[in-house]
């Protein structure tokens, strides 16, 4: 790109109250999701803190270019910083009167949580004082103040969050409190001294020269020196470890990049009458046409989606004291924004002061249950047509409805309950880390990932659990989000859990009952009940929203659906999902399980009565195979395709039973066993090839042993009763 290519967009309005949004939500690919977004309610006339937003096209060039600025970007950025003070009458780092801003990532694909973002910035030791002075509330002021430093510690430098969050309890500790909102103004700033010591103390010098100051490392004082950092630190966030596993475990190109949003801070932890909150539009459980959501009093947004205190439903702000008027003026623009989208949304609002803003809203993630449903209301309110409603469901999403749940003859006690945040349900050994998750699935355990709450970090735990549960945390948490986005069971805010990830157990509340790491546990995200043991699980009954999408997609599609099917059971489960023939009939697949032996006595005996009689026990369950295929498919086509795979799948791997013997030999084991074990490894060494897709398989296979295609083909001279 050259020095002169557009890389700033603003949105919001001006010191007159002029709208100077330059972007829409259609220039995501530019702007990133959120950036687009923050346009677009923009000029709808929602109440959107003015900002502006740095590309997605200048991130890969600061990336491609080893997290070298492109030319003239900084001061373009420069640039929009000052335009965005002319426009809110505060300049950044005021000693008087401070703007503050969030600094934000925002991807054309939602990527919730995976990366980063820097709130309060500007703050410093003389603007803190305007802080104060302006809004008369110095434990707002220091509480924001050392929010920033904790944040700014963290994400930009990358020092240890414990480092913080230990000095906060030792704080508590020493004042006899429990909360952090119990805390007072001289706490905090006394805490702001102890965080700039601990930032001293692990930055390194080296690394960052400009911040020495009299031979010791600084906290940035300089507002333009902490908004350059903030920026670099959310453009490198793009190619951290959780954000490269999330795009590949949704097939994001790694190319797009995240652009940057920089935003005026409201906030909604200056007082009773102030809030922040994270709402849809429906229910992305079920669908429903409820608003949906949670929010916190006296909080930042961070607060509600980290799941440090438990939230309380969207549905009672309204009727909150001091919040009644934003609380209906949320549910208004709810409405505007689902009828401007079209779709369900996912919202991120604050409350000021009594001051409704809007932060952010998105297409909400949802079930595969829910996608159905809304889809199937909107097309009945008017929303979207039939053929709209059809392409708004993921086809592998609907992999979600065959989900097991609890067996509803079961008989289990509910141990404790929590709220249900992602629906299905999931039985396996507790574990509570990700790296155990990983670590279990690895050796072929399943295991539930129990945390207080996840983070961004524990994604590769997530994806290798059968489910999740946590102990904090709402329906709109990291885990409930990124459980529901994965069709993964999740539990959510049980509060009787007292987990100690160090020891790996749990404590339940009211209880003599410890979980502990290995312990059989059920989780059933439907109904957010936890069970000690394992539950019986079954297969769930499929909705009628299904019947009704599929019957609108016959009504439009052009193509026809065949299934792959090896056995009567699939074939009958495939005609059940409207399936029109089989496709693809594997009939290898027939030979594999307890048939298996006779496919290897088969080949590895040379006894011409003995082929002949295992060439007729394959005939035989050849026979009842393909009768009650033909029979689910009755009157449909069947293709059926014989012998494809190489010969080394029919048979044991020779490094297992090379394993298999020393077991024995060092055990003592018996003698002829071993020896029988021997000589078979030996001809199946015999018997490999350099490279089995091209040795003995498919056609080649029935050519070596021609009696065996003849088998697959001969009429049976008799039918399997019905």
């Known amino acids: 790109m050259t020095a002169d290519v557009k890389r700033v967009y603003a949105f919001g309005k001006d010191a007159e109250g002029n709208n100077v949004t330059e972007g829409n939500k259609d220039m995501k690919y530019i702007l990133g999701g959120k950036g687009a977004n923050l346009a677009e309610m923009a000029v709808i006339g929602l109440p959107v803190p003015p900002g502006f937003t ?240 949670d929010y916190l009093v006296n909080a930042q947004g961070e607060d509600v989606v980290a799941g440090i205190r438990n939230t309380s439903p969207i549905a009672e702000l309204k009727h909150v004291e001091g919040l009644q008027e934003a609380g209906a003026e949320l549910e208004e623009v709810f409405v505007t924004l689902e009828n401007h989208y079209r779709d369900m949304c996912d919202i991120e609002f604050t409350i000021e002061q009594g001051k409704l803003w809007m932060l952010q809203t998105r297409v909400g993630k949802r079930t595969a249950a829910a996608a ?72 072929g355990r399943k295991c539930v990932l129990v945390r207080w709450e996840t983070n961004p970090d524990d994604l590769a735990g997530m994806i290798a659990a059968e489910g999740i549960l946590t102990s904090h945390g709402g329906k709109t948490s990291h885990a409930a989000v990124i459980a529901r986005g994965m069709g993964a069971p999740c539990v959510c805010g049980v509060e009787a859990l007292k987990i100690d990830a160090e020891k790996k ?37 499929l909705s009628g929203d299904l019947d009704v999408i599929l019957e609108w997609a016959d009504e439009f599609r052009r193509l026809g659906v065949r299934a792959n099917a090896d056995n009567p059971a699939d074939a009958e489960l495939s005609r059940s999902f409207g399936a029109e023939g089989i496709g693809l009939d594997r009939t290898e697949h027939m030979f594999l399980g307890d048939r298996k032996q006779i496919i290897q006595t088969f080949i590895l005996n040379e006894d011409e009565a003995v082929r002949e009689a295992a060439v007729n026990d394959l005939f035989e369950a050849q026979t009842g195979d393909f009768y009650g295929m033909f029979k689910a498919m009755d009157g449909l086509p069947v293709i059926v395709r014989l012998l494809d795979p190489p010969l080394h799948e029919f048979l044991e791997s020779p490094r297992a039973l090379d394993v298999e013997i020393a077991k024995l030999e060092a055990a003592g084991g018996n003698a002829e066993v071993i020896a029988a074990k021997r000589k078979l490894m030996e001809q199946i060494d015999g018997m490999s090839e350099a490279n089995p897709m091209l040795g003995l398989r498919g056609c080649r296979l029935g050519i070596v042993y021609p009696i065996l295609p003849v088998m697959q083909v001969r009429p049976s001279r008799r039918l399997p009763p019905s």
């Open 54 to 293: 740095i590309t997605c096209q200048t991130c890969m060039e600061y990336a491609n270019a080893d997290n070298t600025w492109p030319e003239g970007a900084l001061d373009e950025i420069e640039q929009y910083r000052l335009d965005l003070e002319r426009r809110i009458g505060k300049k950044i780092g005021d000693s008087e009167d401070p703007l503050l801003v969030s600094v934000r990532s925002g991807a054309p694909m939602s990527m919730p949580g995976m990366m980063d973002t820097v709130l309060n910035l500007g703050l410093n030791d003389q603007s803190i004082n305007g802080l104060v002075k302006h809004t008369e509330n110095p434990r707002f002021s220091w509480d924001s103040y050392r929010r920033f430093i904790q944040m700014f510690s963290n994400v930009v430098m990358g020092l240890d969050g414990d480092l913080f969050e230990n000095a906060i309890n030792a704080k508590k500790i020493v004042r006899g409190v429990k909360s952090d909102a119990d805390l007072t103004a001289e706490d905090l700033q006394e805490l702001v001294e102890e965080f700039k010591n601990i930032f001293s103390e692990n930055v390194s010098a080296e690394e960052y020269p400009a911040l020495v100051v009299d031979g010791r490392v600084t906290f940035p004082q300089n507002p333009d020196t902490q908004l350059r950092l903030a920026i670099e630190a959310v453009f490198g966030s793009w190619n951290n470890p959780r954000a490269t596993l999330y795009r590949k475990q949704n097939k994001i190109a790694d190319d797009l990049g995240t652009a940057v949003n920089v935003q005026a801070m409201v906030f909604g932890n200056k007082g009773e009458t102030s809030a922040t909150g994270v709402a849809f539009t429906r229910n992305p459980a079920n669908g429903e046409k409820e608003f949906y959501g």
């Open 372 to 443: 159905l449903h809304i889809a199937i209301e909107m097309v009945k309110e008017g929303l979207i047509t039939k053929e709209e409603a059809v392409c708004r469901v993921d086809p592998e999403q609907l992999d979600q409805l065959l989900h097991p749940q609890f067996d509803k003859s079961a008989e289990y006690d509910v141990l404790a309950r929590g709220l249900n945040a992602s629906p299905g349900a999931a039985v396996g050994e507790a574990v509570f880390s990700a790296a155990d998750a990983v670590a279990a699935e690895a050796a």
């Open 505 to 541: 157990e749990a404590v339940v509340a009211g209880t003599d009952v410890v979980i502990r790491e290995g312990d059989m546990i059920s989780i059933d995200g439907t109904t957010g009940i936890v069970v000690l043991g394992a539950v019986e699980l079954v297969m769930p009954e």
